[in-house]
């Protein structure tokens, strides 16, 4: 594969991976919505290590399990940040 080939397949995966982003994002929400009405908080930490474990026991590599950690606490940390924004604006 040249460059530019190679540039293509990382674009694509870059639009799969916003498509995914927001799709996990949306989801969030709904969660949060169900939250709010069992009066639970939106912050889970078991929830987060579950999350964190699972994906270490995936991981093929190459990222090692460091990086997949660091990935999924922006993307959990994110989640958060909308269902919060979400709760405050229901208000």
């Not at 080939?5 to 916003?18: E, G, M, P, T, V």
């Not at 709010?36 to 699972?54: S, T």
Request: proline residues 3%; glycine residues 4%.
């Amino acid at each position: 594969m040249d460059i530019d080939a190679i540039r293509k397949s990382i674009n694509q995966l870059d639009d799969d991976l916003l498509r995914i982003f927001n799709q996990r994002a949306a989801l969030a929400l709904e969660i949060g919505e169900v939250k709010k009405q069992l009066g639970l908080p939106v912050y889970d930490p078991k929830r987060e290590k579950l999350i964190f474990k699972r994906m270490q026991d995936k991981n093929n590599g190459p990222l090692d399990n460091a990086a997949i950690i660091r990935l999924f606490e922006r993307v959990i940390d994110e989640s958060r940040s909308l269902e919060r924004t979400h709760a405050k604006r229901d208000q």
